[in-house]
């Protein structure tokens, strides 16, 4: 491997961070060698809850559910010549697998475990139903299907995924995560990279309209147990293992969460935290703005726009950072991305006219050589009485 300077800076949609010097893999051209592995997934009963069978109109089979779930793991994974086929049998579903044989391999142990803690949430949905806390005309079991489970380099702590994104089959397919796959984008993260950047996780695994934010809190107990039986799973934490990958928690709801369930204090944007995940295992944890922040600043004006996106622009350098190394300090990561992304206010007010307010990249150059808004004096309302928070 070599190591490049990032410290360059372009303009438009597609700017470059230069928060540290990263390095960047040499060229290597070897095809590598495709392997191929078969295991029982479960019975029809456990995985039509498993997989929120069915979710979509197209009239497709369980078996061809979950084969496109797995498919769609393999591809954000980058698994190279990827593929897998469901069958069944005498009730009892099965998956064979097919891709590079480096990491195949983990792909039964990952799954299967996954399966084994999506169960745990699906009691807490039977318990939360018997307690008459489940709105049944709203919400749907909606576990983190289809993401990056074996080449991942970071987890997206998050409150909920969004109602549309069940029929949709692509738990990506929402404008929170797309808004953030572009700042990870600013900050050095390849466009075909960042599916490795996004195994979500959720405090309340629930297909809920953008409405319901402010009415899930009562759930978040009953969903413990499987939120941190999953994060082992996806932090990568293997036997023997002394460290995790970064962890980064958006929005008020789940900040929250974090700070009781973790005995945290001032748990804020842009706070960074150590947090024990099993024993003798930390995992770095930075809490963020929740995407859609933005969206509701703007209604504050200029100055609250701009200091959310300087705010979310470092939150998402910590993440490609931590994500690329999580070896480094935490701290000293993120002090390095605040210094970074304050020195670059034309920048920042670009990309800020462009994602709150919709404008054209030629207009918010405009826009900002005019006048760039003073972060400093902005006030921000309470992100958390906020009721988007997927």
Not at 139 to 167: A, C, E, K, M, T
Not at 347 to 374: G, H, L, R, Y
Request: with cysteine.
């Amino acid at each position: 491997m070599k190591i490049i300077n990032t410290c360059l800076l372009g303009v438009g949609l597609l700017l470059v961070n230069g928060c540290s010097d990263q390095p960047t893999p040499t060229s290597d051209s070897t095809t590598p060698s495709t392997a191929t592995i078969s295991f029982p997934l479960g019975n029809e009963t456990e995985l039509t809850t498993l997989y929120s069978y069915p979710n979509s109109d197209n009239g497709e089979s369980l078996e061809a559910t979950i084969e496109h779930y797995l498919n769609q793991r393999l591809q954000r994974d980058h698994i190279a010549n990827g593929s897998a086929d469901v069958t069944v049998e005498k009730d009892l579903y099965s998956v064979t697998m097919r891709g590079d044989a480096t990491v195949i391999n983990e792909y039964k142990p990952q799954i299967i475990q996954f399966l084994t803690n999506g169960a745990l949430a699906a009691s807490a949905v039977t318990q939360l139903k018997k307690d008459n806390k489940w709105d049944a005309k709203e919400w749907r079991f909606f576990l983190p299907l289809g993401l990056s489970i074996v080449n991942q380099r970071s987890v997206q702590l998050l409150h909920f995924p969004p109602d549309y994104s069940l029929p949709d089959q692509d738990y990506l397919n929402s404008k929170t995560s797309q808004r953030w796959e572009k700042l990870l984008m600013l900050n050095q993260v390849a466009a075909d990279e960042v599916t490795l950047y996004e195994s979500i996780l959720d405090v309340a695994p629930i297909a809920a309209p953008a409405s319901a934010g402010s009415t899930l809190s009562e759930t978040y107990r009953y969903f413990e147990p499987y939120v941190v039986s999953m994060l082992p799973l996806l932090l990568d934490i293997d036997e023997g293992s002394s460290s995790a990958l970064p962890i980064v928690a958006y929005g008020g709801p789940v900040r929250s969460w974090v700070s009781s369930y973790y005995k945290l204090n001032d748990f804020g944007v842009n706070t960074v935290a150590s947090v024990t995940i099993q024993d003798g295992i930390n995992a770095p944890m930075l809490g963020a703005n929740h995407p859609s922040y933005i969206w509701y600043a703007k209604d504050q004006g200029r100055e609250a726009a701009m200091k959310v996106m300087q705010q979310d622009l470092i939150s998402a350098c910590w993440q490609a950072s931590m994500g690329k190394d999580a070896q480094q300090n935490p701290s000293s990561v993120l002090n390095s991305c605040d210094n970074y992304w304050q020195s670059q206010p034309m920048t920042v007010c670009v990309n800020m006219e462009i994602q709150a307010f919709d404008q054209s990249e030629t207009e918010a150059k405009a826009s900002c050589s005019k006048d760039i808004p003073d972060t400093i004096k902005a006030v921000l309302p309470e992100e958390q009485i906020h009721p988007l928070s997927f």
